[in-house]
């Protein structure tokens, strides 16, 4: 078994990629999308990842072109996405 990543790495793993995938964590925790034991389960999926730093790589490549879907290799991928979706559906 692997050892896990640090947290607070993690932590700001997954802000980030929040961040360049216009995923609104702040907002979905307003609107209810998204508690802190969901947010915790990311972080710790975040932690088991093989896929660190290519995911360092990736996130650093996207400050002036921020991307919309988060890569493949995101184990958070398809959280970020459900996220994204809930909120805009929220908004119309």
Do not use: S, Y
Request: glycine share 2%; net charge negative; with cysteine.
């Amino acid at each position: 078994m692997k050892p896990l990543g640090r947290q607070n790495t993690h932590v700001w793993l997954a802000q980030r990629m929040a961040q360049v995938t216009k995923t609104d964590l702040v907002l979905a925790m307003k609107k209810a999308q998204l508690n802190q034991d969901d947010w915790a389960a990311m972080v710790e999926d975040c932690r088991h990842c093989d896929w660190t730093e290519g995911c360092k790589k990736f996130l650093a490549l996207q400050i002036d072109a921020p991307a919309q879907v988060p890569p493949d290799a995101c184990r958070n991928q398809e959280r970020f996405m459900a996220l994204r979706v809930a909120l805009e559906e929220m908004d119309t």
